[in-house]
């Protein structure tokens, strides 16, 4: 199975931060990775896919790139409802799997 | 509006079996994969399978093959995931979650189900 590793956890930021987080898998998996947003107790929301295609409704602050094993998404300036945690996911390979979760917090 | 509505909490003892029920609407069902996520108590996200609602072909985790079973009924828009012989490390949310729809975006979860909690303990 590919592993998904990110970094770093917790990231501590205040609002009107520009945030990155990275996230590395074991293997090439070209471009296919996605980014998920996921509140306390709520279902997780595709943010990226693709490595870099911002989803249908998702501010334009969200922003992601890289390919074959490191990947970076960008919140440009950090606002109070994005404080959550992000997950990676490869899709280029089956079993599809998660990074560990990165917490954005204040 | 595009919607996954799924089945109640289950309280389970280990070696029981389960099967959580996801009814779409809002969109045509045949035409989207279905996949299965899950989220132990604190922890991450672990994908399952999926299954092709159109075809009833199944795709599953090895981790989870002989255990876990994916169908569907088109007449009503309803996918299931029943997992048999659940231990105490079966505890958790199981989310449904619907496959972006152009061929080589199917691995991207972009609508989710608001997750159906399960515990296992005797």
């Known amino acids: 199975d590919i592993q998904m590793t990110q970094s770093p956890s917790p990231v501590s930021a205040s609002v009107g931060d520009r945030v990155t987080i990275t996230c590395r898998a074991s293997?090439?998996?070209?471009?296919?990775l996605a980014w998920y947003q996921q509140k306390p107790g709520k279902a997780p929301q595709l943010l990226i896919y693709?490595?870099?295609s911002l989803q249908s409704g998702v501010p334009s602050r969200f922003s992601g790139s890289g390919s074959g094993t490191d990947f970076t998404l960008t919140i440009s300036s950090l606002q109070p409802e994005d404080f959550a945690t992000y997950y990676c996911?490869?899709?280029?390979?089956?079993?599809?799997?998660f990074g560990g979760g990165t917490k954005v917090e204040i | 509006q595009v919607q996954l509505l799924q089945s109640g909490a289950e309280v389970r003892k280990p070696g029981a079996s389960l099967k959580v029920s996801c009814k779409a609407s809002?969109?045509?069902?045949?035409?989207?994969?279905m996949h299965w996520v899950r989220q132990a108590p604190g922890q991450g996200l672990e994908w399952m399978g999926w299954?092709?609602?159109?075809?009833?072909?199944?795709k599953y985790a090895q981790k989870f093959q002989g255990r876990v079973t994916m169908t569907r009924d088109t007449s009503i828009s309803t996918a299931y995931m029943e997992l048999k012989n659940l231990r105490s490390d079966d505890t958790a949310v199981y989310f449904c979650?619907?496959?972006?729809?152009?061929?080589?975006?199917?691995?991207?979860?972009?609508?989710w189900g608001k997750g159906t909690t399960v515990a296992v303990s005797s």
């Open positions: 979650a619907r496959g972006l729809p152009a061929p080589g975006d199917t691995y991207y979860l972009d609508v």
């Open positions: 809002g969109y045509p069902f045949s035409g989207y994969y």
């Open positions: 299954i092709i609602p159109a075809t009833g072909g199944t």
């Open positions: 293997q090439d998996i070209s471009r296919g």
């Open positions: 693709a490595a870099s």
């Open positions: 996911q490869q899709a280029n390979n089956f079993p599809l799997t």
